[in-house]
């Protein structure tokens, strides 16, 4: 068992990619391993967006934790046949090739991923029952100190304006990693109460599951 603070916790955004590579195979393993067309520069401990025909891994940010020629193993559990069907995890991936600090950072909040439940009740029965459905949709509300000059500001405000999707790390004081995969958004316009800090309202939908390392 542990305790810790956030503080000393960092937040970045991906701001240049390389161009997408396809993704020719995919296994079913409990970390999966992605064969990639040749030519491809991903090395060991990269970091890439995943696009694939599982809808349980893509749309989100990995780490490639093993390469060896043209393949590439990723911490994704894809055993399941059911979930993971055969020969359908062919896809494309992009290379991130630079992150951005977000600087000034005064709180980071994340909201939804919740389970959905559905409600039933049998005729003969005056209890009702439940069962999952869903998750709901994840976004994270960032405040940031008002400093236009700053390049971490001007690269979320760059993403907010083109509503490009963008890869987000947060490096927890542990160590501990967690990468997002969504849409940055921003309210230039900051707060102006007479005694705070002024700031500008940011936020980041939630584009598939995060992952940690």
């Known amino acids: 068992m542990a305790v810790q603070l956030p503080d000393g916790s960092m937040v970045s955004l991906a701001v240049e990619y390389q161009p997408a590579v396809k993704v020719i195979a995919a296994t079913n393993a409990e970390k999966a391993v992605l064969t990639l067309a040749s030519g491809h520069d991903v ?31 990723i911490k994704a559990d894809t055993s399941d046949l059911r979930r993971f069907k055969a020969g359908a995890g062919i896809g494309t991936l992009r290379k991130i090739t630079k992150w951005e600090e977000i600087q000034q950072i005064l709180n980071f909040e994340g909201q939804g991923g919740e389970a959905q439940f559905v409600q039933y009740e049998f005729l003969n029965s005056d209890i009702e029952g439940q069962i999952p459905s869903k998750y709901s949709a994840q976004s994270i509300s960032i405040s940031i100190a008002d400093d236009e000059s700053l390049p971490g500001y001007q690269a979320w405000l760059a993403a907010s304006e083109t509503r490009s999707i963008r890869a987000l790390e947060l490096l927890l004081p542990n160590g501990s990693q967690i990468f997002y995969n969504g849409y940055p958004s921003m309210n230039p316009t900051p707060t102006t109460t007479k005694g705070q800090v002024m700031a500008v309202a940011a936020s980041y939908s939630i584009n598939g599951r995060p992952v940690r390392y």
Do not use: I, P
């Open 43 to 73: 090395d060991e401990g990269d970091l890439f967006e995943l696009v694939s025909g599982w809808s349980g891994v893509t749309n989100r940010v990995f780490k490639a934790e093993d390469v060896s020629g043209d393949t590439v193993t």
